[in-house]
Nanobody
């Protein structure tokens, strides 16, 4: 059973940085495409970033491009989201997810079968 566990959220001032982690004990993280989504209060869950299973190609929402970086450490079965130059509008619960599909549409929630419980990121102005 895939269980994704996020960590690394917290409170940070605008312009600061955080690194989120997403780990799974079944080694699934290292073999499939992974995505990060976020959900702010009163808003729908939106795509943030993804990394493909085959080539480790990276994908980003326009709102985070140039500020966030996704990466994968297969030895640790962990995916990271390094978030720099944080803005108040980045405040949300961040979720990692895994897609078991070989060619998913990375920015679509329905492409992901398993989700973590989320970690809160709050950016103060």
């Amino acid at each position: 059973q895939v269980q994704l566990v996020e960590s690394g959220g917290g409170l940070v001032q605008a312009g600061g940085s955080l690194r989120l982690s997403c780990a799974d004990s079944t080694r699934t993280v290292s073999r499939f495409s992974m995505g990060w989504f976020r959900q702010a209060p009163g808003k729908e869950r939106e795509f943030v970033s993804a990394i493909s299973w085959s080539t480790d190609s990276e994908y980003y929402a326009d709102s985070v491009k140039g500020r966030f970086t996704i990466s994968r450490d297969n030895a640790k079965n962990t995916v990271y989201l390094q978030m720099n130059s944080l803005k108040p509008e980045d405040t949300a619960v961040y979720y990692c997810a895994i897609s078991l599909k070989r060619n998913p549409l990375f920015d679509r929630r329905y492409e992901y079968e398993y989700w973590g419980q989320g970690t809160q990121v709050t950016v103060s102005s």
